[in-house]
């Protein structure tokens, strides 16, 4: 019986290939950025780190354009960036601000400034709150903020506005840390600020106390 295998390796190799699916352009892996890659495993794992301590964190996403508050790795609050071009320094400039030449992914917050504010609120919706974020309810702050600034080292000032006309906190002590962030700006302040909504701005002014961890992300 006279076989019917090909004398022709090429042509049973052509053959074989033949059977099996063809790659396309679409299935080839797309270029690997490293930089990119190396920027998210610091970031990752600052996170992991912050996620261990079992308190909130605040998280500023440049990439996804949201601030959140986190616990344990999960989000309590999120709020999509809405940027206030009015005396504000660009969101790259901050995050490369706030990364420095250590190239840091957290700092912790040194202070907090309330320009004005109006109302009050009740404590039983403190308690819902403290709850939330793992605050104690008699450390959150009852005003309704119409203004105010979360400070951190470096030069670094995020200011929240809301549509609020509230009573001035103090005229003298607004016009002071008014002259000061003025002062400091020619040698490298950067100045951040963003609009929300009144509920939202409550909730964060009230977790932002001092020594709040803050986590950045970047946009690559």
Request: net charge positive; proline share 5%; glycine share 6%.
């Amino acid at each position: 019986m006279s076989s019917c295998r090909s004398n022709n390796p090429t042509a049973d190799t052509q053959a074989a290939d033949s059977s099996r699916p063809a790659r396309t352009a679409k299935q080839a892996p797309g270029k690997w950025d490293r930089n990119s890659a190396e920027v998210e495993y610091k970031f990752l794992q600052a996170e992991l780190r912050l996620a261990k301590l079992e308190k909130s964190y605040l998280v500023i996403d440049a990439r996804n354009m949201k601030l959140m508050l986190k616990l344990k790795g999960a989000v309590v609050w999120s709020y999509n960036l809405e940027m206030e071009e009015s005396g504000s320094d660009g969101l790259d400039e901050f995050v490369n601000r706030f990364r420095g030449s250590h190239d840091r992914f957290i700092r912790l917050l040194s202070g907090k400034h309330l320009f004005a504010a109006t109302e009050k609120t009740p404590d039983s919706i403190l308690a819902i709150v403290g709850e939330a974020v793992n605050v104690d309810p008699e450390l959150l702050q009852r005003d309704v903020p119409g203004k105010f600034q979360l400070l951190w080292s470096g030069g670094l000032i995020l200011e929240v506005r809301t549509d609020i006309v509230g009573k001035p906190t103090s005229r003298l002590k607004n016009t002071f840390v008014d002259f000061r962030s003025v002062l400091q700006k020619p040698f490298g302040e950067s100045h951040l600020v963003i609009k929300m909504s009144p509920d939202e701005a409550l909730t964060l002014y009230r977790v932002s106390r001092s020594g709040l961890p803050t986590l950045i992300f970047p946009r690559f």
